[in-house]
């Protein structure tokens, strides 16, 4: 149980154009979902935390406007890069708390964006 | 601002060895303290402590916490080359925001 899937796997794009990356808990309703990035040999940043219908909570030096994040539902979550430029590229990892298990945090299996 | 020190960042043995990795962390509003183990993709839970003193095993692997301290680690011991991976370390706050170490670079030769 307690599966995280994130669509799409990896993803390459030219500079300048927005890209939306997907994560669905697959057979439990999320309380909370979480986006994270991760540069090469860096570990997990914290970009923002969701609650579904509510707005997303940005970690300090992550701008909203360009990491645009929509929780329309407990099971599926979206962060769109708008106006992506190369130094976006990075791997983006989503995670879902569930509130029956204490919170553990289910991390999907991860997006790497290139941008060209 | 929360902070999570892991040591050392990078560590190399041979099959059978026992290792330890160890985790430092500063977090306000602490909670528990998570250690995963990343391989090519997301990271994978290996271990959830909240309470001082008490070891959580599974199989080879092994972790406790100190929280008086602000301490934990992470012991594997018998090495295999499946334990090849990235090892994380991350403290979790109320509203169960998690603050990750740097991660330890584990490569086990045969």
């Known amino acids: 149980g307690a599966v995280v899937s994130q669509h799409p796997s990896w993803v390459i794009c030219k500079s300048g154009t927005s890209v939306k990356i997907e994560c669905r808990s697959l057979d439990f309703q999320a309380t909370t979902m979480f986006w994270y990035r991760q540069f090469p040999k860096q570990s997990l940043m914290l970009m923002a935390t969701s609650n579904e219908g509510s707005k997303a909570t940005y970690e300090q030096g992550v701008e909203k406007d360009k990491f645009l994040i929509n929780h329309a539902s407990l099971t599926l979550s979206t962060l769109t890069v708008t106006s992506a430029h190369p130094e976006d590229s990075s791997f983006y990892i989503c995670s879902a708390s569930v509130r029956e298990t204490g919170d553990t945090q289910y991390f999907g299996p991860g997006t790497r964006l290139t941008v060209l | 601002e929360d902070k999570v020190v892991q040591s050392p960042l990078s560590l190399v043995v041979h099959e059978g060895d026992t290792v330890t990795l160890n985790c430092s962390y500063e977090?306000?509003?602490?909670?528990?303290l998570l250690w995963y183990k990343q391989e090519k993709k997301a990271p994978t839970f290996l271990f959830m402590l909240t309470s001082s003193g008490i070891e959580k095993k599974s199989g080879r692997l092994s972790s406790i916490l100190d929280k008086k301290e602000l301490f934990s680690i992470l012991n594997i011991t018998a090495t295999q080359t499946g334990d090849s991976a990235v090892y994380l370390c991350a403290g979790e706050t109320s509203g169960s925001r998690l603050t990750f170490g740097e991660g330890t670079q584990l490569t086990v030769n045969p």
């Open positions: 977090v306000t509003n602490f909670r528990s």
